[in-house]
């Protein structure tokens, strides 16, 4: 089995760039996945296919990939984008998805 | 507006069996992949089970597989997880969300319902 893994917790004060990181194998064949769950709600899909950004998503969010690390990247964070975010990915061949195990992300 | 919506979650013995059901409005639902996420309480999204758009090609994460079976009837717009053999780490919150494609991949999941808890004990 696969798996992706991210650090448990980010900390940035407002204004500044928080960097999540997703570590995983299959990422230089695949796109990763980034959600973003605030508490108590559904998660929300920000990044697709490594870098495409959903609309309605803010310009301050985007996604790259190197290797086998694809990396959130939250340019000038808000108090609001408090969150957990998850990276997703699928094996290949592509029959089944995986979650990283999430990074809580602080910004204060 | 897109929307899902989930229903069907209860509190169930273990080895019971519970029907969980997703309907879907705002797009041309057979032209889509749907899947289920369930997340437990304070742990992370843990991915189930995804169908696509026709019905045809399905896939199982390794610790449902056996016990879970998703279906969709396109005609209802509405996807179903049948869940038999039910544990007491079956205990979540249980999301149907929706694929960017007809098939599982490429695409993730662009609009999630706000879930159905199914609780097993």
């Known amino acids: 089995s696969f798996e992706l893994t991210q650090p448990p917790s980010v900390s940035v004060s407002p204004g500044q760039t928080a960097r999540i990181t997703c570590l995983g194998d299959?990422?230089?064949?695949?796109?990763a996945f980034w959600y973003q769950q605030k508490s108590g709600q559904a998660p929300v899909l920000v990044i697709y296919?490594?870098?495409r950004r959903p609309s309605g998503i803010p310009g301050r969010f985007s996604g790259s990939s190197s290797g086998t690390t694809a990396t959130l990247t939250i340019t000038g964070a808000h108090v609001e984008d408090e969150a957990d975010y998850y990276c997703?990915?699928?094996?290949?061949?592509?029959?089944?998805?995986?979650f990283g195990g999430g990074t809580r992300l602080t910004v204060l | 507006e897109v929307q899902v919506l989930e229903s069907g979650g209860n509190l169930v013995q273990p080895g019971g069996s519970l029907r969980l059901s997703c309907e879907a409005s705002?797009?041309?639902?057979?032209?889509?992949?749907m899947t289920w996420v369930r997340q437990a309480a304070g742990r992370g999204l843990e991915w189930l089970s995804s169908?696509?758009?026709?019905?045809?090609?399905?896939f199982y994460a390794d610790s449902v597989r056996g016990r879970f079976t998703i279906s969709r009837d396109n005609s209802k717009n509405t996807v179903f997880l049948h869940m038999d053999g039910l544990r007491a780490e079956d205990t979540a919150i249980y999301y149907c969300?929706?694929?960017?494609?007809?098939?599982?991949?490429?695409?993730?999941?662009?609009?999630w319902g706000r879930g159905t808890l199914v609780a097993v004990s």
């Open positions: 705002g797009f041309n639902f057979r032209n889509y992949a």
């Open positions: 969300a929706k694929g960017q494609n007809t098939a599982i991949y490429p695409g993730g999941f662009d609009n």
């Open positions: 997703a990915s699928t094996d290949t061949p592509a029959d089944r998805w995986v």
């Open positions: 296919d490594g870098s």
């Open positions: 169908l696509s758009g026709s019905g045809s090609s399905k």
């Open positions: 299959t990422l230089p064949k695949r796109y």
